[in-house]
Nanobody, 119 residues
């Protein structure tokens, strides 16, 4: 079983910054793509950013140039640095990890952390 522990959400004014972190644990698993999704009230969950085991990154158009995703493979952590935050970035942010073990693929989600950006 893989456990994901998120941290770093909170309340910030527009233009401010926050950093989200997610630590994955689970023996014998290989952690492949790690990323962040978000869900605003009344909206569907959407992908924000992802990073592969080879450090290839991908971002939603709405956050390009403002958010930066990074991972520490040795510690099995993924972080999301969010700068120039806008009120429309307000959402619950979820860590997502795609892992594999013995040839089987798994998809895990964190519990979510609230990010609120005030105008």
């Amino acid at each position: 079983q893989v456990q994901l522990v998120e941290s770093g959400g909170g309340l910030v004014q527009a233009g401010g910054s926050l950093r989200l972190s997610c630590a994955a644990s689970g023996s014998i698993f290989s952690f492949n793509t790690m990323g962040w999704y978000r869900q605003a009230p009344g909206k569907e969950r959407e992908a924000v950013a992802g990073i592969t085991s080879g450090d290839i990154t991908n971002y939603a158009d709405s956050v390009k140039g403002r958010f930066t995703i990074s991972r520490d493979t040795a510690k099995n952590t993924v972080s999301l640095q969010m700068n120039s935050l806008k009120p429309e970035d307000t959402a619950v942010y979820y860590c997502n990890v795609r892992a594999s073990r013995f040839g089987f693929q798994y998809n895990y989600w964190g519990q979510g952390t609230q990010v609120t950006v005030s105008s």
